[in-house]
């Protein structure tokens, strides 16, 4: 898309955000809400009123008004995620450190365990990957499966060397739901929540990154 970064002065994308946001490199949560916003405002400028992107974005720029007045810990290390030198990650690779891992599992953990306002547990669509033998055909479209438990396996077995691998596979459950079922299906809709939720996870962790509670998410 070279005509994005022609009509886009400052791109920026969510994986950035959340490995700065990972790295404390946010000093005040209205920076972070300031690249938030910005990369919303990209979308909507960049895409059609009527497409799902520029929904998305709206749906996700809302969510983030939930944390108008809030602060970010003094310490900034999100779930005390600073890494030692030590265990940091290296640009000539290696595993992350143990302190981003913890934070990635307490992402993962918290989603699986989240529950609508009816006590319904929301991303069970997610949790695992699609049966290969109901759904056949999933895996003649879908060249890459993935599930929420199967990126907490690869945290368990020091896969990610890095916030962006985290982010990819992520995003990657979310396009696969895209890929295979219809834009207006029940399944891309949860997908969205999922997005909604690990954006919502990340925030929560950073404004309060001593919380232990369940994630209590509201369907959008």
């Known amino acids: 898309y070279p005509d994005y970064y022609e009509e886009i002065t400052n791109p920026i994308a969510l994986n950035e955000i959340q490995t700065k946001l990972f790295a404390s490199g946010y000093a005040s949560l209205d920076v972070l809400k300031r690249d938030l916003n910005l990369m919303f405002d990209n979308a909507k400028i960049y895409n059609e009123p009527d497409s799902q992107i520029y929904k998305d974005a709206n749906t996700l720029q809302k969510m983030v008004q939930e944390f108008e007045g809030k602060e970010l810990p003094k310490s900034a290390a999100l779930a ?46 997610f949790r695992n990957l699609v049966s290969r033998k109901d759904y056949p055909e999933y895996y003649k479209i879908i060249k890459e499966p993935m599930s929420l438990n199967t990126i907490r396996k690869r945290i368990l077995a020091h896969r990610y060397t890095g916030w962006s691998e985290f982010e990819r596979d992520m995003e990657l459950i979310i396009q696969n739901a895209r890929t295979f079922n219809e834009e207006e299906s029940f399944i891309v809709r949860a997908a969205l929540e999922l997005q909604v939720g690990s954006l919502h996870v990340s925030l929560s962790l950073a404004v309060c990154p001593s919380t232990k509670h369940t994630c209590i998410l509201e369907t959008i």
Do not use: C, P, W, Y
């Open 80 to 125: 005390n995620g600073r890494t030692s030198q030590k265990h940091s990650n290296t640009a000539t690779g290696g595993s992350v450190g143990l302190g981003m891992e913890d934070t990635m599992m307490k992402i993962i953990d918290s989603l699986l365990s989240s529950v609508d306002k009816n006590g319904d547990t929301m991303f069970d669509d």
